[in-house]
């Protein structure tokens, strides 16, 4: 699935395109995705993963919300995110995945990028509950790489500013 031809088009379906673009092009600058591509060939599409608000008629398994955070995977080659709620501390899912379409008629991504979501999701939360957000993947046919923000890049930066004191360690 190159979506190369589309680029800048399809980059509107992920949550912030904008952003996504300026981690990338740092990728780049830094040799980062270059090494990807040379060992698994060309990076095909992408997946944002962020936070968000739990939508109106989502069952969530507990009424106690304590260590429930609610996150949505927005791809570059899909027109429905794929949200879920997540106990970080426990690393499990408190709700079923449910899609939100970004047009009318959307097709929902299939289950393995259900699958996909959910796997990046729990190996970017830490035993103690905390995670960095966005997540930011690469993929392609055979392989993907997810970069997290850390808060030692400069786009670190520019992500705390643009989200004020929310970002990354669950505040």
Known sequence: MDH???KEE???????PELF??????LRSIG????????????L????ITTTDIPDGVNVKRTDRENLTAFEASFDFCNVALGVVVDTRKKTLESSVWGRF????????????????????????????????????FVNDTADFTAVP??????????????????????
């Not at 399809?10 to 912030?16: E, I, P, Q």
């Not at 673009?21 to 740092?26: L, M, N």
């Not at 599409?45 to 944002?48: A, D, E, N, T, Y």
Request: aromatic content about 8%; glycine content about 10%.
């Open 4 to 6: 190369t031809d589309q």
């Open 10 to 16: 399809v980059r509107k379906m992920l949550s912030n």
């Open 21 to 26: 673009k300026t981690v990338e092009d740092g």
């Open 32 to 43: 980062t995705i270059k090494a990807f591509e040379d060992m698994n060939g060309p990076v």
């Open 45 to 48: 599409g992408r997946v944002m």
């Open 102 to 137: 970004q047009v009318p008629g959307a097709q929902r991504p299939s289950e393995e990028w259900v699958k996909f979501f959910i796997r990046t999701l729990f190996e970017h939360i830490a035993d103690d509950g905390r995670y960095g957000i966005p997540m930011y993947s």
């Open 150 to 171: 850390t808060g030692s890049m400069p786009i670190d930066a520019e992500f705390n500013e643009e989200m004020g004191e929310k970002g990354r360690d669950n505040a």
